[in-house]
Each structure stands twice: as structure tokens, then as C-alpha cells.
């Protein structure tokens, strides 16, 4: 009886795991739709980045002048990086009182498509 209970549990749990679970098309839709949206920001927030942060980032993210940081290979996620932009970090200026939050994220866009 002990094992007829035990059978059934795991094979119910199987099929709560299989339901459950992405299919690999969801992943590829949602990866492709995100890439949109990325591609979107960046294209407001390369302008921006061109005149606010290239001087010390260089225009591919990697100049690290004055301790810029290299953008290619910062570890930070979207909003971290908006957060940054607007509260500044180290010898990099705040940015909240001269961009908008739109303009901030726009950058924070652009920036996540230097990453490599």
C-alpha cells in the first residue's frame, strides 16, 4: 500500500514539474521580445551616451579613463546601472538633475548593449 502512495506522489509531482515548466519556445519568445526592447532604449540612449559618457568610457564602454569603469564587463543589471547614472558612483557625476527618468533609462539601455 506504502508504495502504491509513493508511486503515485512522485508521479504527480512529475507532472506538476513537466506543467510547470517553460517550453523552450516561451524562452526563445521571451529572449527575442526582451532583445526589442533592449534595442529600443538603445537607441534613445546612445545619443546620450555619445555626449554624457563617452569622454570617459570611450565610445565602446572600454576607456576606464579617470577609473571609468569598463562597461563591457560591469557585472551591474539594468536597474543597477540606472541607479548609478542617476546617483553617480566614485569620480562619476550624478546625472538625476540634468537627465529625466527616461533619459536615464534610455542610457542604462544603450550601456547593456556594450556588455559583452
Partial sequence: MSRIIIGVT??????????CAK????REQSSASDKVVAQ???DG???LY??????????DGTAGIA??????????????????IADGRNAMPA??????ETEIRD???????LKK
Fill in 10 to 19: 512522485v508521479a504527480i509531482s512529475l507532472c506538476l514539474a513537466w506543467s
Fill in 50 to 59: 555619445e555626449s554624457k559618457c563617452s569622454m570617459c568610457h570611450g565610445s
Fill in 95 to 100: 546625472f538625476k538633475t540634468s537627465l529625466s
Fill in 45 to 47: 540612449g546612445q545619443a
Fill in 23 to 26: 517550453k523552450e519556445g516561451d
Fill in 40 to 42: 529600443e532604449l538603445a
Fill in 107 to 113: 542610457l542604462a539601455g544603450y550601456i547593456m548593449t
Fill in 67 to 84: 577609473g571609468a569603469a569598463n562597461l563591457q564587463l560591469t557585472p551591474l543589471d539594468s536597474v543597477a546601472l540606472e541607479r548609478v
